[in-house]
């Protein structure tokens, strides 16, 4: 079967066409029609102002909670999303920068919070014979005693631990002083009185003896 078609104006298969030329050879039900849809083009706008603002803000947020100037963090972030500048960086790739800043930031915030657990453990067992069972609990809960190896979650089961350990010891009694230099003090600051006292021993000691 041959159809062909010419003119501005026809009408195929119930639908209007602007054709100059149309064209139909030997078409039946084997064949396959295959409709193309192009694609959406890849955004390439550039960052707005406040995708800007929000990357530097994270930026300044990692260089003062860590050691390194905000310019080696861009350079990270460079290479992380294949751009060689921020102006280069686009809107599609924003939430990509975002979340790497984020991830780089958390892990900074716990590197810091376990830093002062370990502060807090070594301040909290300074005795030699409580240090000594910290580290046999950290070598047989976690595999390790070096305290600094351990995560966060780790290092507050051992403050959890430590705090029971101190509270089961129990508290020594107060040992009694009785040295000279304490019996020297006493007659230094009340003569006075051990002077009235030293008199009335000696007139009673002449009464009876």
């Known amino acids: 079967m041959t159809v062909n078609s010419t003119g501005e104006q026809n009408r195929l298969a119930g639908r209007d066409f602007n054709e100059n030329n149309i064209q139909i050879d030997q078409f039946d039900g084997r064949h396959t029609v295959n409709i193309a849809i192009p694609s959406e083009k890849e955004e390439k706008r550039p960052l707005v102002k406040a995708q800007r603002k929000e ?3 994270l930026v300044t947020a990692i260089a003062e909670a860590g050691d390194n100037e905000a310019f080696v963090i861009w350079q990270k972030v460079h290479a992380e999303i294949g751009v060689t500048s921020i ?3 686009t809107v599609n790739q924003y939430q990509a920068a975002l979340s790497f800043l984020q991830a780089m930031l958390e892990r900074l915030k716990e590197k810091d919070a376990s830093k002062a657990l370990v502060s807090l453990l070594l301040r909290n ?3 030699s014979e409580l240090r000594q069972k910290l580290i046999r609990y950290c070598h047989v809960n976690f595999g ?3 305290l600094n190896d351990l995560t ?7 403050l959890s631990w430590l705090d029971q350990q101190t509270q089961d ?3 020594s009694p107060p040992k009694d002083n009785h040295s000279p230099a304490n019996v020297t003090t006493l007659l230094r600051n009340h003569p ?3 002077i009235v006292i030293f008199l009335i021993g000696f007139l009673l000691g002449s009464l009876f003896f």
């Open 192 to 194: 006075k009185e051990f």
């Open 55 to 57: 990357l530097n803000c």
């Open 152 to 158: 966060r979650n780790q290092l507050q089961m051992c």
């Open 125 to 127: 067992s300074e005795d």
């Open 144 to 146: 390790t005693g070096r």
């Open 87 to 89: 102006e280069d960086m």
């Open 169 to 171: 010891i129990p508290l």
